[in-house]
């Protein structure tokens, strides 16, 4: 079975050099730069991978470089398309199962698997991504970054959305729900992640991406798109604008201690979820509690990026990329 696989990248330096390593050689690789310093197009060439460079003053977006990927891919015949990031390996044993599962059910234009982080002790930030990519096995809204896809079904919608900074493949696979095609977490080991977040800097930006992403996503897609977007906007809205708004009037108008009982909501709220996390899905209770933390405080970083979005749409300016990695892992 003739296979395409595109790995984009900027700057991942060791993490880029395990993910070419781990790519079948029998598989047309195309490797797409973002305008890296670090070394990663001589070692892609190298490596034999087919190398495409976004020019130089590019506004680098995934969505962009995903889309050079699939151009670079026209002349061949191949009917699936894998799609990887950089800093993350492919499992040796993904491409079987997620053909197998796309060519069992012709309806299916896209199909991902286990994303695990590669060292999800070396912090709490690096844990939590690993919990965020362990959804549920079965029909899913969307997939993320990894992903076997239907190469009819890309063409059909016409790629990724190089205008989009983040979100990118929720907006793909809203367009490929509406022309009725079907997207599938199946039970499977797909790809090992390297987050590389040890600073609480690097979760902050990383969480205000995707409160510009949820922001964007809500207002291009309406009604139509995905529910959770709006129940994102509406939750962050209420818990990092509503109620610290209305914290400082009741501060003002009855005194301190009124503010102080309803600023008392918000560890309230953290006690609530991860009591709710605990339970539905058996975490020890340690991360539990850090998961409540971060999901609540991470309402006001989502603020921040989704106040970035609307500027951008309201002024007409381009919003550059808002990156929280940094260029090398920081580990031998």
């Not at 970054?145 to 983040?166: C, H, K, M, S, T």
């Not at 922001?215 to 939750?235: I, T, V, Y």
């Not at 914290?247 to 609530?272: C, D, M, S």
């Not at 979820?273 to 991360?287: N, S, Y």
Request: proline share 4%; charged share 25%; net charge positive.
């Amino acid at each position: 079975m003739s296979i395409g696989i595109i790995a984009i990248g900027r700057n991942e330096g060791e993490r880029l050099k395990t993910c070419l390593q781990s790519l079948p050689v029998d598989a047309q690789r195309i490797y797409v730069d973002s305008g890296s310093t670090d070394g990663s197009v001589a070692f892609a060439k190298a490596h034999g991978a087919e190398v495409v460079t976004l020019p130089p003053g590019t506004r680098f977006t995934a969505a962009l470089a995903r889309n050079a990927g699939l151009t670079a891919l026209t002349a061949t015949d191949s009917p699936y398309v894998q799609v990887i990031d950089g800093d993350c390996e492919l499992d040796g044993c993904w491409i079987d199962a997620a053909v197998a599962a796309l060519t069992a059910d012709p309806g299916l234009a896209v199909v991902f698997g286990r994303r695990r982080e590669r060292f999800p002790d070396a912090s709490v930030y690096n844990r939590l991504c690993d919990d965020e990519w362990n959804v549920p096995v079965g029909l899913a809204m969307s997939c993320g970054g990894d992903a076997l896809f239907r190469r009819a079904a890309l063409d059909a919608v016409g790629g990724y959305n190089p205008e989009l900074i983040a979100g990118e493949e929720p907006d793909l696979c809203q367009r490929l729900r509406e022309r009725g095609w079907q997207v599938r977490r199946i039970d499977a080991e797909m790809t090992r992640h390297d987050a590389a977040m040890t600073r609480i800097g690097q979760w902050w930006r990383r969480t205000e991406r995707s409160g510009h992403a949820f922001a964007e996503l809500a207002w291009r897609h309406g009604a139509k798109g995905d529910p959770h977007w709006r129940r994102e906007m509406r939750s962050m809205l209420v818990w990092a604008v509503g109620l610290p708004i209305t914290v400082l009037l009741a501060a003002v108008l009855f005194g301190w201690w009124a503010g102080l009982a309803l600023a008392a909501l918000y560890p309230v709220q953290v006690a609530r979820i991860a009591r709710r996390m605990q339970r539905a899905r058996d975490l020890d209770p340690h991360f539990a509690r850090a998961l409540g933390f971060f999901l609540v405080a991470g309402k006001f970083a989502q603020v921040k990026g989704a106040m970035r979005y609307h500027w951008r749409r309201l002024t007409g300016s381009r919003a550059g990329l808002i990156e929280y990695k940094g260029t090398e892992p920081q580990r031998s």
